[in-house]
């Protein structure tokens, strides 16, 4: 979500461990965030759904667009058409290719668009959604 839209201005989120799951840790977090760009974001996550789904909507005056990462379609709505878009997506060559950028970036010496300092700010901002509950700003 960051990495996408932008830093966090203010959230209301928790989470929590309500299943069986025998699991020393949350099985749901959930969240509603505005961020400094003005876009407000909406994520649910959770270890015990029967039925797997992975997917975002991204909600525009335009359209709606969905993208489903398990079944590898894209579907924009605009309230008149619906388009629908296949793509080819093996989970594995997401990894791999994600090795092959870390790579690349210590062998070449190039500075990663996910850097250290961006991703130890996304870790503080998901420990800080898990200890606490309401609505605060960042």
């Known amino acids: 979500m960051r ?18 799951l025998e699991i020393d840790t949350e099985d749901i977090s959930y ?29 525009t005056k335009e359209a709606v667009i969905t993208v489903d990462l398990i079944n590898s379609m894209i579907t924009i709505d605009d309230g008149k058409n619906t388009e629908k878009i296949e793509f080819d997506f093996d989970r594995n060559d997401m990894y791999v290719k994600e090795m092959q950028y870390f790579l690349e970036c210590i062998s070449e010496g190039k500075k990663s668009f996910n850097d250290l300092y961006f991703a130890v700010d ?15 700003n960042l």
């Open 31 to 59: 969240g509603v965030w505005k961020l400094k760009s003005g876009v407000l974001c909406e994520i649910h996550l959770d270890y015990f759904r029967k039925i797997p789904q992975r997917y975002m909507e991204i909600i």
């Open 122 to 136: 996304t870790l503080k901002y998901a420990s800080y959604m898990r200890d606490n509950a309401g609505i605060v």
């Open 3 to 20: 990495w996408i839209f932008g830093d966090i201005y203010q959230g209301y989120f928790g989470s929590a461990k309500i299943s069986e």
